[in-house]
């Protein structure tokens, strides 16, 4: 090592006489740089039997003198070679370093000393290949042309560690320069930005909707912060993609070819350039306060682990120039994912879990790294497909019952319903039924479980293990599903009244999840299904981290982390805008994705909570990850092994005379046994029926049908009272249903010919609501339910009414579905209904 006495390190550098081949100018050692032993005398060292130590004030001497060939200063092009005293190619005054001349020479050099991958290689050359590398080119970064931006950011986000080697050759920028952005007060940067339409804070920046981060954003951003809104101090940062069909395209305004790479510095345009085929969209989400804010997107080929986290780097250095602070990070659990995170430096060791990585590398500033939750209980579902059986200590869960559970079919259950009628021998008919919507890893199917096998089926006989394995990954889903500071049990926000249980929940699946083992004996964590089992327990061990870090301290961002935000449910909103924008059933193109992207970002809010926040309307952040979520309903499970099994709406519909129950919750409406009764009633149950279908909620499902209160509720069996063939409503419908006839009624008195335009529906649907507006509360099994999701006008409850009424309207109004409607009529004969008989 170089000395730390100041006059012997003058000593030594005199020695080496070395200049830096950046500045040109005598080099200067940093405090770990080191010297060749070779350079040193024998007699400057002194020997301790088999070791040897540098004599305190021994200088370097053994150096070769300059050797010059042909042309006056040009270096050695080899290592020198011959006695142990040579030079090392050390860069020594009036030698200076024999650098490419050319991109061609440059990229031949990088892929001999294998410092790039050769696709990388091939698509610089094509872009780069006349570009020229003389060092005067490079000197300063106001001289930088577009072309030399261009390679620097494309060399840089592909490459890092070729971008630090080839900053030792030319000067190249600090990589914070790429995304650096212009810290003075956002209103002059805004107004100067307007004025200028070309400007750019930073090389991958881009004003508009173009490639790259959106410099409208970071502005909009900018200013909250500065106006001192702590919901805006700390996010997390998710990434996702999505396909795009491979078309050049001639854009007229730009004169430009379209289509290519493009990551916010320019498009790569050439002839051999390939085209870009997946949008890598980047999003932040507020931790404490529900907001969002799509940060940029990029055009690419091919997306890998190393780019993602290069961007997820560029993203955090952007936000934190801002005043953000970025808690965490989120990605898909899929291959990408985790390639992203080893390039981060997470390690998913199940001995040995490290959740956090540096930013920037070597700083003291720490974030967490997230997988979606949805995404790893769908590898957790593959590998119970896989598996059949998985076993731990002394229990065992077998797929087969969940199998047998989703396929149940409808069957009829005969119980006395009342002293008298044991003793007189009749019984009360009950109808079991699955509710398909039912999610998989939920506490319903638990409990169904276990009632089946109290029941005494066959198929459900010794399922503890199963019921065991169901529960635990229900309880880690509340936790990590968690939305809204209203939630029940394992669902409300992370505070310290309820951490200890949280944390005693993760350590009891680590001890589990270790311990699960397949037919053979082998653990599956170490399998090749493992990831959907680490992506969870990896979580665990963020959430505890952020926890034991940002909200037990004094002085945190928040009392309290909202799960949710650490899920990909935001971003998955915001695409599902975006494709609906591109107006195309398949991959948009580049042109389309771009026109649709700046259709969302001029109507993006960043208020929490708004519905334009993310371009998704009104649909939540719960009713997306029901929707993702459903291939991992009940229902998606019975169409796996039964694909025949599907919607089948037969066009008539024989109502068979059944026994009305006396202890029904509509007894007062079902006691009339009169033909408009029952057609009334079946009409109701029809449109039970026909929601229930498109239902993505087990509680929302739940609430159409009359049950009993004593009997299992909101849970995947239901228990279900039949007129005839069809499903009795449950109360609410019943009413919603007898208010909409009644509205219809008046409404039909009033003939102007114009029944059956859109107007007229919408009056109906007006005059329904307002009729609704004076009634007591409907669905009361929902009340707890609707605390769920987003507290807004559009929850689960009104949607339910709503759809509720126009279901049930449009089949009064459209006589081609009554036609052939049957009803009972007396005990063993049925009576078509039509015309005015109908109702």
């Not at 920037?360 to 896989?386: E, K, M």
Request: with cysteine; hydrophobic share 40%.
């Amino acid at each position: 090592r170089f000395p730390v006495d100041a006059a012997q390190r003058r000593a030594w550098i005199r020695a080496v006489n070395r200049v830096d081949p950046q500045s040109r100018r005598p080099w200067r050692p940093g405090p770990g740089a080191i010297l060749c032993s070779r350079h040193f005398a024998e007699g400057d060292f002194e020997r301790f039997g088999l070791r040897r130590k540098l004599r305190r004030g021994a200088v370097p001497s053994r150096f070769l003198p300059p050797v010059r060939s042909g042309t006056r200063g040009r270096a050695l092009k080899q290592p020198l070679r011959g006695p142990p005293g040579g030079d090392h190619n050390y860069s020594r005054r009036g030698r200076p370093t024999d650098t490419p001349r050319s991109a061609a020479s440059l990229l031949r050099m990088l892929l001999k000393k294998r410092q790039l991958p050769e696709e990388i290689v091939s698509l610089l050359r094509a872009q780069f290949s006349d570009l020229p590398f003389e060092l005067h080119s490079w000197r300063q970064m106001a001289e930088y042309s577009p072309e030399m931006r261009q390679f620097a950011c494309i060399l840089h986000l592909y490459h890092i560690k070729a971008y630090d080697y080839l900053r030792k050759i030319f000067p190249l920028p600090h990589p914070c320069s790429l995304t650096k952005q212009v810290f003075i007060h956002s209103f002059i940067l805004k107004v100067f930005a307007e004025s200028h339409p070309p400007f750019s804070s930073s090389w991958l920046s881009n004003n508009e909707a173009a490639a790259g981060f959106s410099n409208d954003i970071f502005l909009r951003l900018q200013e909250k912060v500065e106006r001192g809104d702590q919901a805006y101090c700390y996010c997390a940062v998710m990434v996702q993609d999505m396909s795009l069909q491979k078309q050049q395209e001639w854009d007229p305004q730009t004169r430009r070819l379209t289509g290519f790479v493009d990551l916010g510095a320019g498009i790569l345009d050439a002839d051999e350039a390939p085209l870009a085929s997946e949008a890598i969209i980047l999003m932040a989400v507020g931790i404490s306060s529900p907001w969002t804010a799509p940060l940029g997107y990029f055009f690419v080929n091919t997306v890998t682990g190393r780019l993602l986290a290069q961007l997820f780097h560029q993203t955090i250095s952007k936000l934190n120039n801002i005043g953000i602070t970025v808690l965490a990070v989120t990605s898909g659990a899929s291959a990408r994912g985790a390639e992203t995170a080893r390039a981060l430096g997470i390690r998913m060791d199940p001995e040995r879990i490290w959740c956090t990585f540096r930013h920037p590398p070597g700083s003291a500033h720490s974030i967490t790294y997230f997988f979606d939750v949805c995404h790893a209980l769908q590898l957790i579902r593959n590998a119970l497909q896989c598996f059949q059986k998985v076993e731990w200590l002394s229990d065992t869960m077998w797929w087969q019952h969940v199998v047998e559970l989703a396929a149940l079919r409808e069957q009829r259950v005969l119980e006395p319903c009342s002293p008298e009628s044991v003793r007189s021998g009749s019984k009360e008919s009950y109808h079991l039924k699955v509710n398909l919507a039912t999610l998989l890893f939920s506490e319903g199917v638990a409990d169904a479980l276990e009632h089946l096998q109290k029941l005494g089926l066959a198929s459900f006989q010794n399922c503890s293990g199963t019921v065991k394995f169901v529960r635990l990954m229900s309880s880690l889903c509340d936790v990590f599903c968690g939305r809204g500071p209203y939630g029940k049990g394992l669902k409300v926000p992370l505070l310290p009244e309820n951490y200890t249980k949280i944390s005693n929940l993760f350590n009891e699946a680590k001890s589990f999840f270790v311990t699960l083992t397949d037919s053979m004996g082998r653990y599956i964590i170490k399998s090749k299904r493992k990831l959907g089992f680490l992506s969870l327990l990896l979580n665990a061990e963020s959430l505890k981290w952020l926890y034991s870090n940002y909200t037990c301290p004094e002085g945190t961002p928040s009392h309290h982390l909202q799960t949710y935000a650490f899920s990909l449910d935001a971003l998955e909103l915001f695409l599902r805008a975006l494709r609906q924008a591109c107006g195309t059933s398949g991959s948009p193109t580049c042109t389309v994705f771009q026109a649709a992207y700046h259709k969302l970002l001029a109507s993006c809010s960043l208020s929490p909570g708004s519905a334009h926040g993310s371009g998704s309307g009104s649909v939540s952040s719960l009713d997306m990850f029901l929707s993702r979520s459903r291939d991992l309903t009940l229902g998606s499970i019975r169409a796996q092994y039964n694909p025949a099994h599907g919607r089948a709406l037969a066009t008539e519909y024989p109502f068979c005379a059944g026994l009305l129950l006396h202890t029904s919750a509509l007894s007062n409406a079902l006691t009339d046994l009169s033909l408009h009764a029952q057609s009334f009633t079946c009409t109701a149950g029809f449109v039970a029926e026909q929601l229930a279908w498109d239902l993505q909620c087990e509680a929302c499902l739940a609430s159409l049908f009359d049950s009993d209160e004593s009997r299992l509720r909101c849970r995947s069996v239901l228990y279900i009272k039949k007129l005839g063939r069809v499903s009795l409503p449950s109360a609410s419908v019943h009413r919603i249903a007898s208010i909409s006839e009644r509205v219809l009624k008046r409404y039909s008195n009033i003939a102007d010919g114009s029944n059956n335009t859109t107007l007229w529906h919408l009056s109906l649907e007006q005059e329904v609501s307002q009729e609704l507006l004076g009634e007591k509360s409907l669905f009361p099994t929902l009340t707890n339910h609707s605390f769920d999701g987003e507290l807004s006008i559009n929850n689960h409850y009104t949607v339910l009414v709503k759809e509720v009424t126009r279901c049930y309207l449009n089949i009064r109004t459209n006589p081609a579905q009554l036609l052939n409607l049957k009803c009972p009529c007396g005990r063993h004969r049925l009576k078509r209904l039509k015309g005015r008989h109908l109702f």
